[in-house]
């Protein structure tokens, strides 16, 4: 018996993360305290569907539902009430993401569980097939997938396209934009949906591939409006995510979810604005960023992101000080 719970947590877990690979793949970077959320929603709507085939085929249940009696009608029942229930335990979860917009009713979004089960269960039974066949010629060769945080401003999706162009141009990197194929485009958009109706907000519906030769090795990098992903050598990856972090401009991009510390980010670019302008700003009201900063709830990841435009701020302050202090 241990060792059956034991084959059933680790199946678990592959599904899980499996589903989260898809996320990452076909929709970017969820938020890393909903990421586990997201991933048991679509694993409770994979086990939903199965639950859908025990109802219909009660011989199967004993595959679906363990230590179930062999008697038909306590399966068939059982598996009704499961089959009732799942869905709404999918759409209780989707009240509790950390990054959902409050607004809406929390019965309402419950039910909506059914949809959300139906979809990502379907999106999950095509892609614990699709992921690992699109992912094993990288693995073959040793490849590593990263990413970084973002969330592009609303309508600056091609700006940000052509700041990265633009960013690698400089560094002699030609870059190949290219679309999706249409079987992850329809993914992507499918999932981007359902993502949307969970977080009460709109999220943008765009995804490019943009290829890239760095020291002879080919890299991919994908601009989702929520992250920047790139899978490639591990030297190489990792050279451009550094690049690409020190160089991207908070303009037309937020690196957090949290709406809260968007407020300090937009701050951050004003006083960048003002400072650029050639305004009069003080050191103290960077201090207040910081201090501000070390208040939020966020990953270390995302506080990182969000210190180095504090850090790149102050550094364009000093620069701006300097020669006037020579000058006097």
Same mark, same amino acid.
């Given at each position: 018996?241990?060792?059956?719970?034991?084959?059933?947590?680790?199946?678990?877990?592959?599904?899980?993360?499996?589903?989260?690979?898809?996320?990452?793949?076909?929709?970017?970077?969820?938020?890393?305290?909903?990421?586990?959320?997201?991933?048991?929603?679509?694993?409770?709507?994979?086990?939903?569907?199965?639950?859908?085939?025990?109802?219909?085929?009660?011989?199967?249940?004993?595959?679906?539902?363990?230590?179930?009696?062999?008697?038909?009608?306590?399966?068939?029942?059982?598996?009704?009430?499961?089959?009732?229930?799942?869905?709404?335990?999918?759409?209780?979860?989707?009240?509790?993401?950390?990054?959902?917009?409050?607004?809406?009713?929390?019965?309402?979004?419950?039910?909506?569980?059914?949809?959300?089960?139906?979809?990502?269960?379907?999106?999950?039974?095509?892609?614990?097939?699709?992921?690992?066949?699109?992912?094993?010629?990288?693995?073959?060769?040793?490849?590593?997938?990263?990413?970084?945080?973002?969330?592009?401003?609303?309508?600056?999706?091609?700006?940000?396209?052509?700041?990265?162009?633009?960013?690698?141009?400089?560094?002699?990197?030609?870059?190949?934009?290219?679309?999706?194929?249409?079987?992850? $485009?329809?993914?992507?958009?499918?999932?981007? &949906?359902? %993502? @949307?109706?969970? /977080?009460? +907000?709109?999220?943008?519906?765009?995804? *490019?591939?943009?290829?890239?030769?760095?020291?002879?090795?080919?890299?991919?990098?994908?601009?989702?409006?929520?992250?920047?992903?790139?899978?490639?050598?591990?030297?190489?990856?990792?050279?451009?995510?550094?690049?690409?972090?020190?160089?991207?401009?908070?303009?037309?991009?937020?690196?957090?979810?949290?709406?809260?510390?968007?407020?300090?980010?937009?701050?951050?670019?004003?006083?960048?604005?003002?400072?650029?302008?050639?305004?009069?700003?003080?050191?103290?009201?960077?201090?207040?960023?910081?201090?501000?900063?070390?208040?939020?709830?966020?990953?270390?990841?995302? $506080?990182?992101?969000?210190?180095?435009?504090? &850090?790149? %701020? @102050?550094?364009? /302050?000093? +620069?701006?000080?300097?020669?006037?202090? *020579?000058?006097?």
């Amino acid at each position: 018996m241990p060792y059956f719970r034991v084959i059933l947590t680790a199946i678990a877990k592959m599904l899980s993360k499996v589903f989260s690979m898809a996320t990452l793949t076909f929709f970017g970077r969820i938020p890393s305290r909903d990421n586990s959320k997201v991933s048991l929603m679509g694993l409770l709507s994979l086990y939903w569907l199965y639950i859908f085939i025990s109802v219909l085929f009660p011989d199967l249940a004993e595959m679906f539902i363990p230590f179930i009696p062999d008697d038909d009608t306590i399966i068939r029942i059982t598996s009704i009430v499961i089959f009732i229930l799942l869905p709404l335990a999918v759409g209780f979860i989707s009240t509790r993401m950390e990054n959902r917009s409050e607004n809406g009713s929390v019965v309402k979004q419950t039910l909506m569980g059914y949809p959300y089960a139906l979809t990502l269960g379907t999106l999950a039974s095509l892609l614990i097939v699709i992921i690992p066949l699109m992912k094993l010629p990288k693995l073959l060769k040793m490849h590593e997938q990263t990413q970084f945080a973002i969330m592009i401003r609303k309508g600056k999706y091609d700006d940000v396209l052509a700041e990265l162009k633009e960013i690698l141009d400089s560094h002699g990197i030609e870059a190949d934009v290219h679309s999706p194929n249409r079987f992850i $485009w329809t993914c992507f958009i499918t999932l981007a &949906y359902v %993502l @949307e109706s969970i /977080y009460n +907000k709109k999220l943008a519906k765009r995804m *490019k591939y943009i290829s890239v030769n760095v020291d002879g090795e080919d890299v991919e990098i994908t601009l989702h409006a929520t992250d920047i992903s790139m899978i490639g050598p591990r030297k190489q990856v990792y050279f451009l995510k550094h690049l690409l972090s020190e160089e991207l401009e908070p303009e037309n991009i937020f690196f957090t979810w949290d709406e809260s510390v968007q407020e300090v980010e937009e701050k951050i670019c004003s006083l960048k604005k003002r400072l650029y302008e050639g305004k009069d700003i003080s050191h103290s009201e960077i201090t207040e960023l910081t201090d501000n900063l070390r208040t939020r709830p966020l990953t270390n990841e995302d $506080w990182n992101a969000v210190r180095r435009q504090i &850090y790149k %701020l @102050e550094r364009d /302050y000093f +620069k701006m000080k300097v020669p006037e202090q *020579k000058g006097d």
